[in-house]
């Protein structure tokens, strides 16, 4: 009797751990799987640029891939993939579809495209990794203009909004026009009434103003500081919080009496419903890869101005500029609210 009380204690312990074995196995398992565990990442990385090769996003991710890799801060391959379309509206799509091993370079468009009704598609939609950069927004006049401030421009538009042309490129709705709209509702412009005069690209913009076609353009610094530089333009604000480097006789609106900053941002986004320890992961990561020589260096080239926050940080700034955005959109008559 002993001895089969014996036996079936045995079974039973060896019943238990064949239980728990199974048990930790399945943990084990989990802790290396696609969302991102203590074992993250298990395989190679993609970095969506949601656009064509060269520009921004682009140039982001592959500054992002070289860097990472080059300063040994990621181990795994990682791969650049294009997906170009919609506004950035391919790229997003496709990695709602993916795990933790990718992500894609976001901007401002996440948000106005919702916004303007082009997409379905919001931050919420997707996990908030990091800000990485900002471009600032300049304002800027012929040189032989009778305006020599920001501030001059918004007077004669106060006055009469329909008195000046006002260049801006690609489209309506981006951070250029937005900038712009947020300086001239601040300085009490009726902003429904502007000029705005639509081309193709900053550079057209540029030849516009020359050739006399538009009283005043709102184009990136990085489009218009070589010429002003040249003394081909003159730029009459930034929406930058401090004078930029190298454009140290450049006033920032807020210092015209335009109670506004205006950042044209760049950061990353993950797929939705990422794990907690594979948000981890990049945080640990990309903070840094925003502290390497090398990345600065990417930002001085391209004048571009380090702009960092982590996802966490990401995530209420996001909310704030998707309010700031519906606001702007609105006012200027953008939406059907």
């Known amino acids: 009797m002993r001895k089969f009380i014996g036996v079936l204690l045995l079974l039973t312990v060896l019943a238990v751990a064949g239980c728990s074995s199974s048990s930790n196995g399945e943990k084990d398992d989990k802790k290396g799987d696609a969302s991102g565990g203590s ?39 990682m791969n650049v993939v294009n997906k170009p379309g919609g506004g950035g509206e391919v790229g997003w799509q496709y990695i709602k579809g993916k795990d933790g091993h990718t992500f894609a370079i976001n901007s401002s468009l996440v948000i106005t495209n919702n916004v303007l009704g082009q997409s379905e598609l919001t931050y919420k939609d997707f996990t908030p990794l990091a800000t990485l950069t900002t471009e600032w927004v300049a304002l800027s006049v012929a040189p032989d203009s009778d305006m ?12 009469d909004p ?24 601040e300085f009490g412009v009726d902003v429904t009434k502007i000029d705005f005069q639509v081309y193709e690209s900053g550079g057209n913009v540029v030849t516009a103003l020359l050739g006399g076609h538009v009283d005043a353009a709102t184009m990136s610094v990085s489009e218009a ?89 990401t995530k209420k700034f996001l909310k704030k500029e998707t309010e700031k955005y519906e606001t702007l959109l609105n006012d200027a008559g953008l939406t059907d609210e």
């Not at 907690?276 to 990345?295: G, H, P, R």
């Open 162 to 185: 329909k008195s000046l042309k006002i260049g801006v490129a690609p489209s309506l709705g981006n951070d250029d026009h937005l900038s712009f709209i947020q300086a001239a509702k």
């Open 148 to 159: 020599t401030s920001g501030k001059q421009v918004m007077q004669k538009l106060k006055d």
């Open 225 to 313: 500081k070589e010429q002003h530089k040249a003394g081909k333009i003159n730029m009459v604000a930034v929406s930058s919080d401090e004078r930029l480097d190298g454009l140290d006789n450049v006033k920032t609106w807020k210092e015209q009496g335009v109670d506004m900053v205006f950042p044209h941002w760049r950061g990353v986004m993950g797929p939705p419903d990422m794990s907690q320890e594979a948000v981890d992961y990049w945080n640990k990561k990309i903070s840094k890869l925003v502290e390497t020589d090398a990345w600065k260096d990417v930002l001085k080239n391209n004048e571009w101005e380090a702009y960092y926050k982590d996802s966490e940080e």
């Open 39 to 77: 074992d993250f990442p298990t395989k190679n990385i993609e970095i969506v640029a949601p656009a064509s090769p060269g520009g921004g996003w682009d140039g982001t991710a592959r500054a992002m891939q070289k860097i990472l890799s080059d300063e040994g801060i990621v181990d795994q391959n």
